[in-house]
């Protein structure tokens, strides 16, 4: 069973375990296990309940009613880099985004994650052309290519200005 350690609890030693994550909003043990790796990464000195409890909900997309980990763990990226002002809350359903940030007053939608070459480039121009759609209407789409090549990435970029897209970055390396 996946163990999950708080701040103040490193230092006595108890844990707060997977079926307790497990409990919030039905998020089976799969969904708690990547959790777990995304804590790893991002929060080595230990996760405060509050934080838990925050990344469970980054990962939770109400509008396709399933845990999304990647995008929370892409969320915090974000975050990390000095993109947000603030902090990034989960959009409404509606919204047709992925996260809002709080400060910028903006709506955020993350593409990719995923190698180029196991998803063919023409599909991926569909999904880009749906999402320009969302960029006119205010959404800043964010491209996720950091194992992409460079040669994928200019793909991305000529599409994008190919197409009139302006409201896009590309989160890279």
């Not at 919204?95 to 480039?121: C, L, M, P, R, W």
Request: cysteine-free; charged content about 35%; proline content about 1%.
């Amino acid at each position: 069973m996946e163990e999950f350690r708080t701040k103040e609890e490193n230092k006595s030693g108890n844990q707060v375990d997977s079926d307790k994550i497990s409990n919030r909003r039905s998020l089976d043990q799969a969904h708690a296990r990547q959790l777990d790796r995304v804590i790893e990464k991002h929060y080595r000195d230990g996760v405060t309940e509050d934080d838990l409890n925050r990344l469970v909900r980054l990962a939770y997309d109400p509008g396709k009613k399933q845990f999304l980990v990647r995008e929370a763990e892409l969320a915090l990226e974000y975050e990390k880099r000095g993109n947000s002002s603030g902090r990034l809350v989960r959009a409404p359903a509606d919204s047709h985004a992925d996260y809002y940030d709080t400060e910028k007053k903006q709506y955020i939608d993350f593409v990719g994650g995923f190698d180029i070459e196991a998803k063919n480039f023409s599909d991926f121009k569909i999904s880009i052309d749906r999402h320009l759609k969302r960029s006119n209407n205010g959404v800043h789409i964010l491209f996720d290519v950091r194992h992409w090549s460079f040669e994928e990435k200019q793909k991305i970029r000529r599409y994008a200005e190919l197409i009139g897209m302006n409201n896009y970055n590309l989160i890279e390396d």
